[in-house]
């Protein structure tokens, strides 16, 4: 899976705030990584406040989007 084929520019930059990623081709432990890392990240966010549920909304075409190249 090559994260800049597959996200779009925003969805690049959505990750690219939460970790490291280069145009290459991840293997899929690579890329089940990369997914719990975004899982790590909307978890860190207060739930009080609705941080936690925008960053879900945020993260969630970008989840599946890795789900489906981990299958």
């Known amino acids: 899976m090559n994260p ?3 996200f779009t520019k925003n969805e ?5 705030g939460v970790t490291k990623i280069e145009n290459r081709e991840y293997t899929k432990e690579e890329t089940k990584l990369i997914r719990g890392n ?3 990240e909307i978890f860190l966010k ?3 406040n609705g941080d ?3 960053a879900r909304i ?3 075409g970008i989840i599946e ?3 489906r190249s981990i299958i």
Request: negative net charge; without cysteine.
């Open 12 to 16: 690049i930059d959505l990750v690219a």
């Open 52 to 54: 936690m549920d925008k």
């Open 38 to 40: 975004i899982f790590d």
């Open 4 to 6: 800049y084929e597959i």
């Open 58 to 60: 945020e993260f969630t």
């Open 65 to 67: 989007k890795l789900d």
């Open 46 to 48: 207060s739930f009080k």
